[in-house]
Nanobody
Framework: VQLQASGGGLVQAGGSLRLSCAAS????????MGWYRQVRGKQRELVAR???????NYADSVRVRFTISRDNAKSTVYLQMNSLKLEDTAVYYC??????????????WGQGTLVTVSS
């Protein structure tokens, strides 16, 4: 599985951005995709996740502001980020979780895309 993320950039507080993550390779084996973010010196944290059954979950800090969705025809997952705050500044990473069996699964990561929110 290969992941190509795009859409990061500089935005003012209160603004919006949309991140995209295009998957290729063995995409039929993916059972969930998501976005994580990381600030220098801190652990990577889950932002939003969507399963193959369209179940979603969000970090509490973004729940009412961000929306994760997917386009199966394009094998792409999106993260619409609205009402951005300074604390949303981070490198955002796309993730694909592949379930092979009860004892084997693997996570794949795209390259990070930087989101900078300015005041």
């Amino acid at each position: 599985v290969q992941l190509q993320a795009s859409g990061g950039g500089l935005v003012q507080a209160g603004g919006s951005l949309r991140l995209s993550c295009a998957a290729s390779g063995s995409i039929s084996s993916i059972n969930a995709m998501g976005w994580y973010r990381q600030v220098r010196g801190k652990q990577r944290e889950l932002v939003a996740r969507i399963t193959s059954g369209d179940s979603t979950n969000y970090a509490d800090s973004v729940r009412v502001r961000f929306t994760i969705s997917r386009d199966n025809a394009k094998s792409t997952v999106y993260l619409q980020m609205n009402s951005l705050k300074l604390e949303d500044t981070a490198v955002y990473y796309c993730n694909a979780h592949v379930y092979y069996s009860d004892i084997l699964s693997e996570d794949y990561w795209g390259q990070g895309t930087l989101v900078t929110v300015s005041s």
